[in-house]
């Protein structure tokens, strides 16, 4: 540790020596650069900045009640148009209407535009502006005349304005056009789904999944108008029956004719038994199950066979007409209850006509049962391909519905932008007329004089020293030797001699202290006058 400081105080006292030798040499060049840099910095020309403060204003409707068409921030706004405005073409177009940098217009355009640019600044008055919205942002430029000044940032303003309002008129119209063209779009696919579900429902129509309902209940009702008539169908051939049973009665028979009435009555009592046997069944099938139960069914369907049999067996043969016509003349004739047989064969020929349209009525309602029958089976299949019609309408109604609001929207976001266009942009601070001069920094120059000056007089006074092959200090000469120092002389000054080195220090500092005053007063007078 000792040794160390030993060192480290060698050294300083060495820095020192240098510091005290060469002093005239790092004051003399602090001081011609200084004052030289000084003179030098009021050469250049002045340069005048305009300023402008532009401020954002919000709008006047709420953005819950108009969403507007631009969502942009403001950030994001001011750069886009900034971008535009510090295009070659427009910076070109102000430097010739105001007929900025004569010098350097042979230099090209795109020279000419960096050159402007550097002279513009637009800059964000908010403290935070990525977290915070913009309220406000400045514009300013700079020249060496300070109308010029103001002109060119007036000129810039306006740009911002224009340029703002062509923007947001753009936005505005393309998004409202846009929004036209799907809205047509989405129209045309709306009326397309709407007529393929308007042509399914008609091609279908008793098919559908709305008609099941309807279809069930008039199904139900036409089976029992079928079974009814059925009913009804049943009395009417038991009547027949009994009417050829009586008419059968008044017609003269030969033997073998009365060997058949004789066989008659118990074959129609036969079937007549099995006939009433088969209607208890049917009666007591109905009372647990539907009348399309397959039972059911097939009971009926032996109740009609049955019936069929007994209208056979009850009607005597057809004979030919003349023989007809001659029995029945003969019949009439021979016989003493010739009104009674008339009555019975008119009521047994009604009672045939009855039947027969009892029958053609069946034969419809099972027609249309079979029919409302084959409706429902369908109605699944019907219901599946019209939910994916139904679906596609709905969807396409849906998305012409939210275009159509979002178009009422734009439309709306466009005339409150028209309305508010020249409120948006507002110029709270106009074009300053700058009666001081900006620039040049003539302190930061002169500071910088300063400073570089004295870096340069160490340099040279180092250099200086480091080419002095003179002894300073006692270690200096016993490092040179290689032989150790026995004897120091010091030096022998006479009174002559020690009055010249007297004068010469006061010299000296007298030199030195006019320097620094001279030095100083310059600073001071940069300081106050710019």
């Not at 302190?443 to 340099?459: E, F, H, P, R």
């Amino acid at each position: 540790m000792p040794e160390q400081n030993s060192d480290i105080n060698a050294t300083l006292n060495r820095l020192k020596g240098i510091l005290v030798r060469r002093c005239w040499w790092i004051l003399v060049i602090t001081c011609v650069v200084s004052l030289g840099v000084i003179p030098a910095s009021y050469l250049l020309p002045n340069h005048y900045r305009s300023e402008a403060i532009i401020f954002m204003a919000n709008p006047g409707v709420s953005g819950q009640y108009v969403t507007p068409n631009n969502t942009t921030n403001e950030m994001e706004a001011i750069d886009t148009i900034t971008r535009e405005i510090l295009s070659r073409d427009r910076l070109q177009k102000i430097a010739d209407e105001y007929g900025l940098y004569p010098r350097q217009r042979q230099t090209g355009s795109a020279a000419l535009a960096a050159l402007m640019r550097n002279d513009i600044e637009v800059l964000p008055l908010s403290k935070n502006p990525e977290r915070r919205p913009m309220n406000a942002f400045l514009v300013a430029f700079t020249a060496t005349d300070p109308w010029t000044a103001q002109k060119v940032t007036s000129s810039l303003i306006s740009l911002f304005i224009e340029k703002n309002k062509l923007t947001e008129q753009q936005v505005n119209s393309g998004t409202t056009s846009f929004l036209e063209q799907q809205l047509q779009s989405a129209k045309d696919d709306l009326d397309r789904e709407a007529a393929t579900l308007q042509s399914f429902k008609m091609q279908y129509l008793g098919q559908l999944p709305e008609q099941q309902g309807e279809n069930l209940q008039v199904l139900a009702g036409l089976q029992f108008q079928l079974q009814g008539l059925q009913s009804e169908l049943t009395h009417a051939r038991q009547q027949h029956a009994y009417l050829q049973a009586m008419i059968s009665q008044y017609t003269p028979v030969n033997g073998a004719h009365g060997s058949d009435a004789a066989q008659a009555p118990g074959s129609l009592a036969a079937i007549q038994e099995d006939l009433a046997r088969l209607r208890r069944q049917r009666a007591d099938l109905l009372s647990r199950y539907s009348p399309l139960y397959p039972d059911v069914v097939a009971v009926n369907q032996q109740i009609s066979d049955e019936e069929s049999q007994l209208y056979r067996s009850a009607s005597p043969p057809k004979p030919s007409s003349e023989s007809k016509t001659v029995a029945s003349d003969a019949a009439v004739a021979g016989s003493p209850l010739e009104p009674a047989a008339i009555q019975l064969r008119s009521q047994l020929q009604a009672n045939e006509m009855e039947i027969e349209d009892a029958q053609k009525q069946s034969r419809q309602l099972t027609a249309q049962i079979a029919n409302y029958q084959q409706r429902l089976t369908f109605t699944p299949v019907r219901e599946q391909r019209l939910e994916e019609v139904q679906r596609n309408f709905d969807l396409s109604k849906q998305h012409y519905a939210d275009l159509l609001n979002k178009k009422t929207q734009s439309e709306l976001a466009t005339k409150l932008a028209a309305q508010q266009s020249n409120q948006q942009f507002q110029v709270i601070d106009p074009a300053s007329l700058p009666l001081k001069p900006a620039g040049p920094n003539r302190q930061k120059i002169a500071l910088g004089g300063v400073a570089g000056g004295l870096v340069l007089g160490l340099g040279i006074g180092l250099l200086v020293e480091a080419r002095d092959r003179s002894f300073h200090i006692e270690n200096e000469a016993r490092a040179y030797f290689p032989l150790p120092l026995v004897l120091g002389i010091p030096p022998l000054l006479t009174v002559r001699e020690r009055r010249v080195r007297v004068r010469r220090m006061r010299l000296g500092w007298a030199i030195g202290c006019l320097m620094l005053l001279m030095l100083v007063a310059a600073q001071v007078y940069v300081y106050r006058n710019g």
